[in-house]
């Protein structure tokens, strides 16, 4: 029998970098997790040449306390055509334009290495050690955390998308963290519904403190019926529906939509009903009417931990690509 193969995933993030050995066993329908190899490095508030060389120092000094067979990373954020170079990350400037596998990284040097963007690893993940067994299906996979990031899985292989960004207000809209105005993100991401429990709050001359999480306070809400957070919910479902059902009247044969992300994992109790609504309404297909013809379910990997969908992502991206058949 073949040993398991061990790689180093490593997941760099806005405001930290996660890090953690897995095990591959040829054969095992899930990944074997070692939490004990689990490290975490919080970006530090540097110039961004500084901040890389100490991410690089942690990296090595990590890299020197496990015995691995490759190592593999995956960003937040758009990766040259080739996969070698990160290119301009606005969240995460010590990262930008950087080549990995040209760092100096000690033992693992010379050590095969794949990198990847965040969704693609996750989109990677669900494919290879996923519980729908979606090898064979066309499928959304979305996150609508501060953001709205996704991909389209075409019967295993894993198309990097931009969901978020399509516009929802062609003229005059709501900026957008992309620099553009109207896009579906500005309206109906986390990040979105914190502005708008902050401007509920504001308005009843009652602010959320600032160091306070406004979602936290609208799922509180939600879940004792109070009509506002409830109404917001119903809102942001429909929204977030209209921008799956323009993808199912294109994409026709879709078998299912998986999410993932804090906020669609926490709030989609009480958005599922209008998500379903705007579908019914929007889409020509019946098929999709229906929780049978089309399910829409949490990945298998959400945020929860230790089950951090990108870093299981990144190491399925490296088995992918060098791990034994
Ligand atoms: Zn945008």
Same mark, same amino acid.
């Given at each position: ?54 991410f690089q120092a942690w990296l090595r000094d990590v890299a020197s306390q496990w015995e691995v067979d490759g190592w593999a990373m995956a960003v937040a ?21 950087? +080549?990995?596998? &040209?760092?100096? /990284?000690?033992?693992? =040097?010379?050590? !095969? ?8 690893? $996750? ?24 953001g709205w990031g996704g991909a389209f899985i075409n019967r295993g292989e894993v198309w990097p998308g931009e969901p978020g960004h399509n516009p929802y ?26 502005? +708008?429990?902050? &401007?509920?709050? /504001?308005?009843?001359? =009652?602010?959320? !403190? ?8 609208? $799922? ?85 931990? !230790? ?8 190491? $399925? ?9």
């Open positions: 029998m073949e040993r398991a193969q061990r790689v180093l995933a490593v997941d760099v993030g806005g405001t930290k970098v996660d890090a953690m050995v897995f095990a591959g066993d040829p054969g095992t329908p899930r990944p074997t997790l070692l939490p004990e190899t689990r490290q975490t490095f919080e970006t530090p508030d540097q110039p961004p040449a500084q901040a890389l060389g100490e954020g758009p990766l040259a055509e080739d996969h070698r170079q990160i290119l301009t990350s606005p969240n995460i400037p010590f990262i930008s334009h950087a +080549r990995p596998e &040209e760092w100096d /990284l000690g033992l693992l =040097a010379n050590r !095969p290495f794949a990198l990847a963007n965040d969704l693609e690893a $996750a989109a990677a993940g669900e494919v290879r050690w996923g519980r729908y067994g979606i090898a064979d299906e066309y499928v959304i996979l979305d996150t609508i955390s501060t207000v062609p003229v005059d809209g709501l900026p957008c963290g992309c620099g553009r105005f109207g896009c579906y993100e500005a309206y109906f991401s986390g990040s979105a519904a914190a502005r +708008r429990v902050r &401007e509920h709050f /504001l308005a009843r001359g =009652a602010p959320v !403190p600032e160091d306070e999480d406004p979602n936290r306070r609208l $799922a509180d809400a939600a879940q004792a019926g109070e009509l506002w957070a409830l109404a917001l919910l119903h809102e942001f479902g429909a929204g977030i529906g209209l921008g799956w059902a323009e993808s199912l009247n294109r994409l026709s044969r879709l078998h299912r939509i998986l999410y993932m992300g804090g906020f669609a994992v926490a709030m989609m109790p009480f958005m599922e009903p209008a998500i379903r609504a705007s579908i019914r309404a929007r889409s020509r297909f019946p098929r999709h009417w229906t929780a049978e013809g089309l399910p829409i379910q949490p990945a298998t990997y959400t945020q929860a931990e !230790p089950f951090n969908p990108t870093l299981i992502g990144a190491a $399925a991206v490296w088995m992918d690509r060098f791990g034994n058949p």
